[in-house]
């Protein structure tokens, strides 16, 4: 015969529906929660709520067993069957006046032993809990927070919970890339970004880095992306860039070690920030003495694009430029091509303008000519291959590549001879 189920629960309402706030260990959780296609005579519902188990739970149950800060969001669970009935329970105490109003909707809310409980929002996590369970069963001692809603097996009553599931689903919003930059407290690259914004000497100046691409009049805030789109900001780059140029150039820093998903040690932290201001310093001064013009500039929007003569302006002023730049630096060193003194020279060696090569790459002109021109956003790769051969070429067909390249996609002939390029070859290079 099955036991009866006791669950404490708060009763509330919200619309048409009554809901109950109940806590529940992760074993009960993963032993009496199931996902909707385990559940007979439920196939619409169970095919609708199958599409959101996938490949990322690996992720989470990772995190539920390296990460002590770890911490997952309620399930919201229907319940099928059981006869279930809420018992609301009274607080007595000789001090009355110190609880009135706590004992508000509390209660219990009991079920015959029949019913069956099943995932409306939270299949992942739901997923990752069973599993991580097994690896570490100590972890069925831990508890979430479950909010329960009556699930009625007719017609009415799974048009009714289909109706919710996709309400929850359209109307959740996860946090985006900026938003994690900005708040994430175990990706040692998000902390080191924050960290260089606030002290960093010259990432911290007003308006150097663009956080916010929109403050609204009512506290709305919109973290900038990965472009500057007003031309005429100040700003050098913006913070998820400055994320991205902090990953390339610190891929091999203290804080890498040990678990992706758990927070490093402050030691580490500090040892790494120490290390990638030093690297981050070097690579602006070797990018056309960035820091020391933008600081000699009248604004940074002279500097990215001078008056009447756009096409002098520093190409390291670009977004787009600054994340090709990072990425090749990262393949010539992991590649072991060069060290990291070496790269820096052949940087500061490049004529840093955006009519030059190989920034010209990125350079549409207008008719105006080299006076006026404008972005080419779709060259990313172009700008990529030819500064691989400007810094660290292996041989001189890649070369030869990265040039008809050029030629092909920008309609006009390399502004550098071939043979200039070879001279960069090591010396053993075909």
């Not at 609301?88 to 001090?95: G, L, W």
């Not at 689903?169 to 914004?197: M, V």
């Not at 520093?314 to 090709?324: I, K, L």
Request: aromatic share 8%.
């Amino acid at each position: 015969m099955p036991s009866k189920t006791f669950v404490p629960a708060f009763e509330a309402k919200v619309g048409n529906w009554t809901y109950y706030s109940c806590l529940m260990s992760y074993a009960q959780v993963a032993r009496e929660i199931n996902f909707a296609h385990e559940l007979g005579g439920n196939r619409d519902l169970g095919t609708m709520i199958q599409r959101g188990v996938g490949t990322r739970t690996q992720e989470i149950t990772e995190y539920l067993l390296t990460n002590e800060n770890r911490f997952l969001g309620a399930l919201i669970i229907a319940v099928w069957g059981g006869d279930p009935n809420y018992l609301p329970v009274t607080m007595d105490s000789e001090n009355q006046a110190v609880l009135q109003g706590l004992d508000r909707n509390f209660g219990v809310l009991t079920f015959d032993g029949t019913q069956q409980f099943f995932a409306l929002d939270g299949q992942h996590r739901l997923k990752a809990i069973k599993d991580a369970i097994k690896q570490n069963p100590e972890l069925g001692n831990e508890d979430i927070n479950v909010i329960v809603v009556p699930h009625f097996d007719t017609a009415d009553g799974r048009r009714r919970t289909r109706r919710l599931f996709t309400n929850i689903n359209r109307n959740a919003k996860s946090t985006n890339l900026q938003e994690n930059i900005a708040l994430d407290e175990d990706d040692s690259f998000a902390i080191l970004t924050r960290r260089l914004l606030d002290e960093d000497e010259f990432l911290k100046r007003d308006k150097v880095v663009l956080v916010f691409s929109k403050v609204g009049q009512d506290g709305e805030l919109v973290l900038a992306q990965r472009s500057i789109s007003n031309q005429s900001s100040p700003a050098w780059s913006t913070i998820a860039v400055l994320y991205d140029i902090v990953k390339e150039i610190g891929y091999d820093l203290p804080c890498t070690t040990g678990e992706a998903k758990q927070r490093a040690t402050d030691e580490l932290l500090d040892q790494s920030f120490e290390l990638l201001t030093v690297r981050l310093h070097e690579l602006l001064d070797a990018c056309g003495n960035l820091r020391e013009r933008y600081l000699a500039a009248l604004s940074g929007k002279d500097l990215r694009a001078p008056k009447g003569r756009d096409g002098a302006g520093h190409p390291f002023m670009r977004p787009a430029v600054q994340n090709q730049v990072a990425k090749v630096v990262r393949h010539i060193l992991e590649q072991g091509a060069l060290e990291w003194t070496e790269v820096l020279k052949r940087l500061a060696a490049l004529d840093w303008k955006m009519t030059s090569a190989p920034f010209s790459a990125m350079w549409i002109e207008t008719p105006e000519g080299k006076t006026k021109g404008k972005m080419a956003s779709g060259n990313n790769q172009l700008l990529y291959d030819l500064l691989q051969v400007h810094l660290a070429p292996r041989s001189k067909a890649q070369i030869g590549r990265a040039l008809r390249a050029y030629s092909d996609v920008m309609k006009t002939k390399y502004p550098l001879p071939a043979e200039e390029l070879f001279a960069l070859l090591p010396v053993d290079a075909d």
